[in-house]
């Protein structure tokens, strides 16, 4: 049972826009930054957001993020074949003075 | 940009110690945070720990669900850290990852180690 939840799968058809949520608690998401991935099959995860908004270099605008209160959402637009992956947020959780995931959503690109 | 490598025995016995590196490459390893993260097969990220150095000490911090078997180190003048995790089961097979940063933000390839008698 991960701390954070995410809806276990989402899928949208190419060129659409999809959104993954990820909700927590006042310990995590509530007073920290949330940073998503994005994992390939048999990949390393690769980070997509930071800071809760940020894009690293390279990551392309269509994706962004946004935090609310306890709640977290990654949004893709103009989704693409090779958008098909696993996606996980993830955040400091000050209680547990630990790093906590959620449990993934796989996203299907139809 | 920095990039890791992680390396170590692939395959252990039951009541094993696992015992990863992990090196840094084109960076410093000093004064930054490195984590390890496992992600047991078809399950999500799980967090082990982070390690930081700074001047002569090493700050640790380590997931309470796993801090009793947990250690991890760093060796600055080969720029690499390590994780160790003893008593190992079949529960600890899992895809390891080093990353730095906390959260993670670069993480390395990840190395497969399977415990199994």
């Known amino acids: 049972q991960s701390v954070l939840t995410q809806p276990p799968s989402a899928s949208a058809a190419p060129g659409q826009r999809v959104t993954i949520s990820c909700s927590g608690s006042?310990?995590?998401?509530?007073?920290?930054?949330v940073s998503w991935y994005q994992q390939l099959p048999g990949k390393a995860p690769k980070l997509l957001i930071y800071?809760?908004?940020k894009r690293p270099s390279g990551i392309p605008d269509r994706f962004s993020a946004s935090k609310s209160g306890t709640s977290a959402t990654l949004a893709i637009t103009g989704l693409q074949t090779g958008d098909e992956a696993d996606y996980y947020c993830?955040?400091?959780?000050?209680?547990?003075?630990?790093?906590?995931f959620g449990g993934g959503t796989k996203l299907s690109v139809l | 940009q920095v990039q890791l490598q992680e390396s170590g025995p692939g395959l252990l016995k039951p009541s094993e110690t696992l015992s990863l590196t992990c090196t840094v490459s084109?960076?410093?390893?000093?004064?930054?945070?490195w984590s390890w993260v496992r992600q047991s097969p078809g399950k999500a990220l799980e967090w082990i720990g982070y390690v930081c150095n700074s001047g002569s000490t090493n700050y640790t911090n380590y997931n309470p669900s796993l801090s009793s078997r947990v250690t991890l180190s760093i060796d600055t003048s080969k720029n690499q850290f390590s994780l160790n995790l003893s008593s190992v089961t079949a529960a600890d097979t899992a895809v390891y990852f080093c990353?730095?940063?906390?959260?993670?933000?670069?993480w390395g390839p990840g190395t497969l180690v399977t415990v199994s008698s």
């Open positions: 084109s960076g410093s390893i000093s004064s930054f945070y």
């Open positions: 990353s730095e940063g906390v959260p993670p933000t670069i």
């Open positions: 800071d809760s908004n």
């Open positions: 993830g955040t400091w959780d000050g209680n547990l003075r630990a790093v906590v």
């Open positions: 006042s310990s995590n998401i509530g007073k920290n930054y």
